[in-house]
């Protein structure tokens, strides 16, 4: 087992740093220095960078950090990375600080976007977060439905790591879908005081996303019907999760 802990970055980025003794992996280092200062401050060697996508807020450190600490850089082969030793499809098992993990392609925020899953923990970057998903930058709704069902099908015990902290505002728009799910209800009352007394909303895990997050809900009659409102046309998944990731981008 990794000992699991984040570094906060930019506005509401978490850059998750796996720890195994006195090695280090972290995902998604946007920005350098604050990694650099906790490698420093808890006498860590870098080990290796896990990248889930090419967005700057979540590769825009690689370059100084490998300049202070050479480590491969594992990263989609199909997004421009900067400093990539290591790319990856999706469908590898890594073995990293004697621990294996499974890298899943999940298309859809970006066309190669990455997961990373280890014995209970999912690094999903961009694609689930909190009560929400990300948006479609260079996805279809269907590829998007798709990585999303397939992340839903993992052990339900299993962490959610993602990089962004929305979950209250993802709360939001999960009451508006389904203002009469008493978990939904629940989980923004949690947040909101965890949110008050600084701390983190995430991990969660995947059971109470598939009790709370309608991105992973496009199943369930009450938010079929919420989605028929706000322009799906049929009730097959894919549209509802088109109309609800469509209607969350307006709702903001
Ligand atoms: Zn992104
Ligand atoms: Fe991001």
């Not at 491969?72 to 790319?87: D, K, L, Q």
Request: proline share 7%; net charge negative.
């Amino acid at each position: 087992m990794f000992e699991i802990s984040f570094i906060p970055a930019f506005k509401d980025n978490y850059i998750w740093l796996l720890r195994r003794d006195h090695q280090a992996l972290v995902v998604d280092p946007g920005d350098a220095a604050p990694v650099l200062a906790r490698l420093a401050e808890d006498g860590l060697t870098l080990a290796g960078i896990l990248i889930t996508h090419h967005h700057a807020d979540h590769q825009g450190g690689v370059g100084e950090l490998t300049a202070h600490h050479p480590a491969p850089v594992f990263a989609p082969a199909g997004e421009s990375i900067t400093g990539r030793t290591a790319p990856l499809d999706g469908g590898e098992r890594l073995t990293l600080l004697g621990q294996t993990l499974d890298v899943l392609a999940v298309p859809g925020h970006t066309a190669g976007h990455l997961a990373y899953l280890t014995d209970d923990g999912l690094f999903c970057g961009d694609t689930l977060f909190g009560a929400g998903c990300g948006r479609l930058f260079e996805g279809t709704p269907a590829q998007m439905a798709a990585s999303l069902d397939r992340l839903a099908a993992l052990p339900p015990t299993t962490r959610i790591y993602c990089a962004h902290e929305y979950t209250a505002v993802n709360l939001r728009f999960a009451t508006a879908v389904e203002p009469d799910n008493p978990a939904i209800t629940a989980r923004a009352a949690q947040v909101a005081a965890q949110r008050r007394a600084n701390l983190p909303s995430v991990p969660s895990t995947l059971a109470e996303e598939l009790a709370t997050n309608p991105f992973l809900r496009c199943r369930q009659p009450a938010v079929i019907a919420a989605a028929r409102q706000h322009g799906a046309t049929d009730d097959s998944p894919v549209a509802v999760f088109a109309a609800l990731r469509r209607w969350r981008s307006e709702d903001r």
